[in-house]
């Protein structure tokens, strides 16, 4: 009998190993809400860490390059119009990441503004999502993240 046959896939052992984590840089009390409840719908199986500004996401990020043992998020969505520090401010912080930088980044705006998407995209941005008003169309970051996180060979 193969030792290995019963054993978990290498994506199912990591994932019970290390849970997936997302960083949400969002200020808006509702709209962090309205991302937790799509990532939820779409079934989106990780831990979600909230920030509510800019300086807080950089920190966050900042003290997981420094540590061995903090992962780093594999998705952070992120909106541009952050107080504190920008979104621009914290994408560029993150390809400049010395641990992070590989992280896939979704942008989570009402900015539909084309100048907006082409700095996002020079920057490194994986991804642009304009904030719907309503609710149903909203529930599709669900299904945007989970392709994402698939396309990076993630397993949910």
Same mark, same amino acid.
């Given at each position: 009998? &193969? $030792? ?5 896939? @290498? ?5 019970? @190993? ?13 709209? %962090? ?16 860490? %909230? *920030? ?18 903090? $992962? ?6 992120? &909106? ?14 993150? @390809? ?8 896939? *980044? ?10 907006? @998407? ?25 299904? %945007? %993240? ?11």
């Amino acid at each position: 009998m &193969d $030792p290995l046959s019963d054993s978990a896939s @290498r994506a199912e052992t990591k994932t019970a @190993r290390s849970p997936l984590h997302i960083l949400v840089a969002e200020d808006n009390a509702a709209d %962090v809400f309205l991302i937790r409840e799509a990532l939820e719908c779409a079934g989106v199986k990780a831990d979600i860490h %909230v *920030v509510s500004d800019g300086m807080a996401a950089i920190g966050f990020l900042d003290s997981a390059d420094g540590s061995d043992i903090s $992962p780093c998020p594999c998705l952070l969505i992120l &909106d541009i119009n952050l107080p504190k520090k920008s979104g621009d401010e914290v994408l560029l912080f993150v @390809r400049q990441s010395s641990k992070c930088r590989q992280m896939l *980044v979704l942008i989570v705006s009402t900015s539909g503004s084309i100048d907006d @998407r082409k700095k996002m995209d020079e920057l490194g941005c994986n991804g642009y999502f304009i904030k719907p008003s309503e609710y149903l169309d909203f529930m599709k970051l669900g299904s %945007v %993240v989970n392709e994402m996180l698939a396309s990076a060979a993630f397993r949910l």
